[in-house]
Nanobody, 122 residues
Framework: QVQLVESGGGLVQAGDSLRLSCAAS????????MAWFRQTPGREREFVAA????????NSADSLKGRFTISRDNANNTVYLQMNSLKPEDTAVYYC???????????????WGQGTQVTVSS
């Protein structure tokens, strides 16, 4: 069982940077691929980025490539999302997820955190 807790969200201005963290429980963190998704009211959950078990491979949504970067620190059971050049349309609840492999499909992930709010003002 993997338990995930996101942190690092907040209110920022357009153009600012923010780093989200996802702390995972237990010694088995490295056994899971990890991902970030985001969701706004009235919209489906949107894929942001994913990373393989040991960080050998990452992928991200095409629209976010070059601006958002996922990374992980297995020694500390933590995955990060570095967000740069934030835009108002990035405003959403950001969720951390764990699953058997990287995928842009939210249904591929077995475990989810409760989310952290990111609000970008203009």
């Amino acid at each position: 069982q993997v338990q995930l807790v996101e942190s690092g969200g907040g209110l920022v201005q357009a153009g600012d940077s923010l780093r989200l963290s996802c702390a995972a429980s237990g010694r088995f963190f490295s056994g899971y691929a990890m991902a970030w998704f985001r969701q706004t009211p009235g919209r489906e959950r949107e894929f942001v980025a994913a990373i393989t078990r040991y960080g050998a491979h990452t992928n991200s949504a095409d629209s976010l490539k070059g601006r958002f970067t996922i990374s992980r620190d297995n020694a500390n059971n933590t995955v990060y999302l570095q967000m740069n050049s934030l835009k108002p349309e990035d405003t959403a609840v950001y969720y951390c997820a764990a699953g058997p492999l990287t995928s842009p499909n939210s249904r591929s992930y077995s475990y989810w955190g409760q989310g952290t709010q990111v609000t970008v003002s203009s």
